[in-house]
């Protein structure tokens, strides 16, 4: 490599022109250093090393000594006598910046590095950085990190959009004006429905606040129960307990709503987000309101004429739900903490949405019912204690105090699995909802589990066939759906499933 005398370079910065020297003696004993360009009765005119020309008048001078050259020619003498040496040249850095110059010390530097590359004191110096093993500038480093972040972007199948990398479908809908909600790319007007909102007059309003506030004020008057109201997009929530407790349950029954929207991806025919479809959450502290509220509603709603011994069935348990026509679900919290309560809550919030969903008001079988409340407890709370058994009691006998731990369940199918004691498909399918133990109950959420896993649009098939053949929890129309979606029986599901379990509760 042929180099560029370093005097020269120096020279060609500096921009040096040809004239006397060089240093001008004010009266008040400034001295200003440079090249003197002009040199006349009225003026001094002097190209400062630093501050540029100035222009001073003689009356100011003292006087005029050229005696010493400039600094800039004493650095391009110096950089002409340092050549290829870096000894000298480092010499040359040392008086440079002790005499303050600062962007000539660069080309110093550069030459120290252009005659020893690897150099590491003026590297550092200089600003460089080692990246992949290489020395790299500023400039370089960004360059070369750009470039590799870009390569690293196209290799994942991205493409760069307004700054962003990001996916060919989500360019594409950027690009038709679309937004991001969840999994899913959608209009402005979805986005806002989903979100309980709907326009009137320009603007977006929350849809169902003036009803749900008046029916929570029926019950206040009517009962004489002291609730407060709070809106959710999806929810309207008639609370006694404490406001945090409240806010709780809101959020967590909203994430429940989404997720059962990520998986079964209703249209407007299936599960239409309005007025209509918004469920109540009453929730109570302890169970003399809760009964109070259930003999109210069933004066309203006519329960015991669709299920004779309603009301003496709910005041036997901490909850209950309703699909028709109101949606609704009731909770009371003592003795339970706010983490079981919330459980609860989300569990019933589970039953409702999966028996609403087509609103052909058919129940699903046990199984799918329970399985899928299960599911969205654990997916959007990362636990369960809500044990919706039956007048069977726990059923688990010795096991019932592992299966209270959720995070238990894992390990017990397991065990099950390898000693081939899991309950098979087809007696599940059968049972009705006070034959269920635990263990019919946690298979029932794995199996949904899996197969939502495995394909959540084969899942939606799954539900909405067993919905269409119009049987309520018919076990043989219910594996004849089973068979259209997933193309198994009960005693393949069976097997599949014991796979996913010894496989880790993953995909085999």
């Known amino acids: 490599m042929r180099f560029v005398p370093l005097g020269l370079l120096l020279a060609l910065l500096l921009g040096v022109p040809s004239a006397l020297a060089h240093e001008v003696h004010l009266h008040d004993g400034t001295v200003i250093e440079g090249k003197v360009l002009e040199d006349t009765k009225a003026e001094v005119v002097i190209e400062t090393t630093f501050d540029g020309k100035k222009t001073i008048s003689k009356t100011e001078v003292a006087r005029v000594d050229t005696s010493v050259p400039p600094l800039r020619e004493q650095l391009q003498y110096r950089g002409d006598l340092a050549k290829d040496d870096v000894k000298a040249l480092w010499d040359l850095y040392k008086w440079a910046k002790k005499k303050g110059f600062k962007s000539e010390l660069v080309i110093v530097l550069q030459r120290v590095i252009e005659l020893q590359p690897k150099n590491k004191r003026a590297r550092k110096l200089l600003g460089h950085e080692k990246?992949?093993?290489?020395?790299?500038?500023?400039?370089?480093?960004?360059?070369?990190?750009a470039k590799k972040h870009a390569d690293e972007m196209r290799a994942k199948g991205l493409v760069e959009y307004k700054g962003e990398w990001v996916t060919p479908e989500e360019r594409d809908a950027r690009e038709k004006g679309l937004i991001k909600d969840g999994d899913d790319w959608v209009t402005k007007e979805e986005y806002h429905k989903r979100r309980g909102e709907q326009?009137?007059?320009?603007?977006?309003v929350r849809v169902g606040e003036d009803e749900g506030a008046a029916y929570a004020q029926k019950v206040i008057?009517?009962?004489?129960?002291?609730?407060?109201?709070?809106?959710?997009?999806h929810f309207d929530i008639i609370s006694e307990v404490k406001p945090k407790t409240t806010e709780r349950v809101k959020e967590g029954a909203e994430k429940a709503f989404a997720e059962m929207r990520r998986v079964l991806k209703p249209t407007d025919d299936d599960y239409p987000e309005n007025l209509d479809e918004r469920i109540q959450l009453v929730l109570f502290k302890k169970a003399p309101q809760y009964v109070r509220f259930a003999k109210w509603f069933n004066e309203?709603?006519?329960?015991?004429?669709?299920v004779p011994g309603w009301v003496r069935s709910v005041q036997r348990q901490h909850s209950f739900w309703w699909t028709h026509p109101?949606?609704?679900v009731a909770v009371y919290q003592f003795p339970n903490t706010d983490k079981t309560f919330v459980s609860n809550v989300i569990h019933n919030i589970g039953l409702v949405l999966i028996t609403r969903y087509r609103i052909?008001?058919?129940?699903?079988?046990?199984?799918?019912?329970?399985?899928?409340?299960?599911?969205?407890?654990?997916?959007t709370q990362g636990y369960t204690q809500s044990f919706t058994l039956g007048k069977g009691g726990s059923g688990g006998g010795a096991k019932g105090p592992v299966w209270l731990d959720s995070k238990k369940w894992k390990g017990e199918l397991k065990k099950l699995v390898a000693e081939g004691r899991d309950p098979p498909m087809k007696r599940i399918a059968r049972m009705t909802h006070d034959q269920f133990s635990y263990v019919?109950?946690?298979k029932s959420w794995s199996v949904v589990d899996m197969l939502i896993q495995w394909d959540r649009g084969k899942f939606k098939a799954f539900i909405d066939a067993t919905k269409e053949r119009g049987s309520t929890g018919d076990p043989k129309n219910e594996e004849e759906a089973l068979r259209e979606a997933y193309g198994l029986d009960y005693r393949k599901l069976d097997s599949r499933w014991r796979e996913f379990v010894q496989n880790g509760f993953k995909q085999p």
């Open 131 to 145: 990246v992949d093993g290489e020395w790299m500038s500023p400039e370089e480093k960004e360059a070369y990190l």
């Open 360 to 379: 052909n008001f058919l129940y699903p079988s046990v199984w799918l019912q329970e399985g899928f409340a299960y599911y969205l407890e654990l997916t």
């Open 326 to 328: 109101r949606k609704l």
């Open 199 to 204: 326009l009137i007059d320009g603007e977006w």
């Open 300 to 306: 309203q709603e006519k329960c015991e004429e669709l």
């Open 440 to 442: 019919e109950l946690v």
């Open 221 to 233: 008057t009517d009962t004489r129960l002291k609730v407060a109201y709070t809106w959710s997009p």
